[in-house]
């Protein structure tokens, strides 16, 4: 496999983004194409046969794109699809909750907040993991199953984003320790979150766990890009409004988006089936 292949990224809307931000600031030359399920967002409330359709589907049309490694920057279908889309497609395939989880192994934390959509919170998938690497850490779930929909309106400091948060916040401890935002599109609200978590409370950035270990996994797979001269591209498809995204994007990015392409229909990957790598 070519090491100058693109990273695929895929989200239900604009919450990957974050993912995409750092990975450009970890890995600046690697050439990047993103796709976000506009038509179906939010996957939030889906069930967990839909997301894993839906993840089967956005990775095959990816790897139809000639990608050398996918990363599911959404943590619900992480945590209902991860183990199937590695399981089905010969690439590496990272998703956004492990990395989270293994940042925080290292600091033996008292407490930890998860706090995500509806289906991450109910799939347990952040608490099996803390409860097997940190057995004696307090686990506080807060479904935050509104904020989603506001992001995808851009409504980052609306009187009614402010007030769902600290409603959703409020039987949190004031001495808790540490607090995921299991849902990329939160880190767009990560000051508001500031606002009404305790003071001391440390905010982990999933995003940024999500870019360290896929420099890892492509080292490990002899994928690092290794042209330092050119500047990585970027490709970005949706499957709905492909205007919307690309003027709402420009401004979550702080920097323009030429093109947005329209995919209307995704094919159906069942007939796919490749050799899965360890990953």
Known sequence: MSSQKAIGIFDSGF???????????????????????????????????????????????????????????????????????????????????????????????????????????????????????????????????????????????????????KKYLEHLPLDLEYAILGCTHYHFLENIFRKHLPKETIIINSSESCAKSLLSLLKKHDLINKNKIKRGIRKYFVSDDPQKFKSLGTLLLAEPIQQVSLIQRINNPTSYKGSALSH
């Open 15 to 165: 919450g990957g983004l974050t993912v995409v931000q750092a990975i450009k600031k970890l890995l600046p030359n690697e050439d990047l194409i993103y796709f976000g399920d506009t038509a179906r967002i939010p996957y939030g409330d889906k069930s967990s046969d839909t997301i894993c359709s839906y993840a089967l589907e956005n990775s095959h049309f990816l790897l139809k794109n000639n990608v050398k490694a996918i990363v599911i920057a959404c943590n619900t279908a992480t945590a209902f699809a991860l183990k199937k889309v590695q399981d089905n497609f010969p690439i590496p395939i990272l998703g956004v909750i492990k990395p989270t989880i293994d940042t925080l192994r290292k600091t033996n934390p008292r407490s930890i907040a998860v706090l995500g959509t509806k289906g991450t919170i109910d799939s347990r998938a952040h608490q099996k993991l803390i409860r097997s690497n940190m057995p004696h850490t307090t686990i506080f779930n807060v479904a935050c199953p509104l904020l989603v929909p506001l992001v995808e309106e851009l409504k980052l400091e609306h009187p009614s984003t402010d007030m769902l948060i």
